[in-house]
């Protein structure tokens, strides 16, 4: 357990731009597992996009910010396993033996992807959520290998009331958005979208639901191009799904 129920908030950007309702929902899991959320609103990106696309000055630019606009004092949690990997593993290039090394030590060591914190640090697995279908769970490349969450993201769905979660074939493979990767290789990683979703459709799945809005963001674009029966959601939205219904 945390010494201080304080936690402070880290959005991403893709999820302050494309799923704002996203950010609200961790706002109230974090509340109904009884932390006091501190957000700052000049919070942007962490530098991901220009770190992945070979950027590192911009990456290192747009870093130094993020160091600044966190104090470390509190557990900085996000809904977003590769950002949140970003910053654990990513900063160790950008930031080792500069001015902020040990501010950026500091904030490393107190950054969480969502699951992660409410499972091993709080210890918190039911909130009351309700969804009712068949569901897979999409093991993202950075919430596996940086974040090495797998058990955490399960065992809360396992608690959601009306939920059928099964395991689907490949599960752990990449589902092709790779951020610039899916439109440097647009082709390979349609197919790889494909194949995720048919590995769903093969389990006679309802949803897919993932730690990061990026491979959902991917997969749905696949599902609406093409017209299928299958939804993503972010497990943030299915941790407060049905909270009406309580």
Known sequence: MIKSNTVELFIPCFIDQLYPQTAFNTILIL????????????????????????????????GSKFLGDFSGDYPIVSPSASCTGMVKHGYNELFTNTM????????????????DFLVNVLKKDYFGAELEGRAVYHDSCSGLRDCHIKDEPRQLLANVDGLD????KDTDVCCGFGGTFAVKFSGISSAMAEQKINNALEMNADYIISTDSSCLLHLQGYIDQ????????HIVDVLTHGWANI
């Open 100 to 115: 902020v090394h040990n501010h950026c030590r500091s904030i490393q060591s107190n950054i969480y992807e969502l699951t």
């Open 31 to 62: 509340e109904k597992a009884g932390c006091k959320v501190i957000y700052n609103p000049e919070q942007t990106c962490c530098g991901q996009p220009a770190y992945n696309a070979g950027f590192f000055d911009e990456a290192k630019t747009i």
């Open 226 to 233: 093409h017209k299928i029966p299958l939804k993503t959601m």
């Open 165 to 168: 979660l099964v395991e689907m």
